[in-house]
């Protein structure tokens, strides 16, 4: 079983700025992580994943991840923040003993892109 | 290409009434979820089933809550005498098989119990 956590739960970046969303993770074994956006009034929507291979993750909207073992982290990061970003992003991991799931998410990161 | 669909969309209930959430999963999709998300908190698991079987309610409460997934129909999450803290978004996540990790939600399901 994994755990994650989102140190932040609000981050604001102005327009064109690069995003960084922190989540650090717990685990018992090979870690597999997960990136959510939730829009207000929605239900989330996934954007991306990390099960092996490169540590940079790429996903929809232009968003990517970084998986850094010695830091046991998987931030979340984007070149150039847009204002139709502002949203709430969860980190998740597996929970069960098996398979995906059972997905445990982190308490959520706001972010607010000002124009 | 209908999404995972969920209704009602906001429901309001009296104490000790019985709350009736619905679920369909998006089109091909055998494996729902049930997600709880209280206000300013996260999402919490509830309740995985498949097809006529629950495989992992291990996050559903141990009274009044009850999920079924029939061979036929949506999905029901069903709250007996609902009490203030049953109030929250309801969420409802379908996948074609478990080893993916990707989720594809419903809008949700507000419940408020007055």
């Known amino acids: 079983a994994q755990s994650v956590a989102q140190p932040e739960d609000q981050v604001n970046v102005a327009e064109g700025n690069p995003l960084t969303v922190k989540c650090t993770y717990s685990v018992s074994g090979n870690p597999y992580l997960f990136w959510y956006v939730q829009y207000p009034n929605r239900g989330l929507q996934f954007l991306l994943k990390y099960i092996t291979g490169d540590n940079l993750v790429k996903g929809s909207y232009g968003f990517e991840a970084e998986f850094n073992k010695s830091q046991t982290s998987f931030h979340l990061k984007k070149p150039s923040a847009l204002v139709s970003d502002s949203a709430l992003y969860f980190c998740a991991a597996p929970g069960g003993v098996t398979g995906f799931q059972k997905l445990v998410f982190g308490t959520g990161t706001r972010l607010l892109v000002s124009p | 290409n209908a999404g995972v669909m969920q209704n009602p969309r906001h429901l309001v209930r009296r104490r000790g009434q019985e709350a009736r959430l619905r679920c369909s999963p998006m089109?091909?999709?055998?494996?729902v979820y049930w997600y709880r998300q209280l206000p300013e908190e996260g999402l919490k698991f509830m309740v995985y089933?498949?097809?006529?079987?629950?495989?992992?309610e291990s996050g559903m409460p141990k009274e009044r809550f009850s999920a079924e997934f029939p061979k036929e129909g949506p999905s029901i999450l069903r709250i007996q005498q609902v009490v203030r803290g049953d109030s929250a978004a309801y969420f409802c996540?379908?996948?074609?098989?478990?080893?993916?990790?990707?989720?594809?939600f419903g809008e949700g399901s507000r419940l408020t119990v007055l």
């Open positions: 089933l498949q097809k006529e079987n629950i495989i992992d």
């Open positions: 089109k091909g999709h055998s494996h």
């Open positions: 996540a379908s996948s074609q098989g478990s080893d993916t990790g990707e989720l594809f």
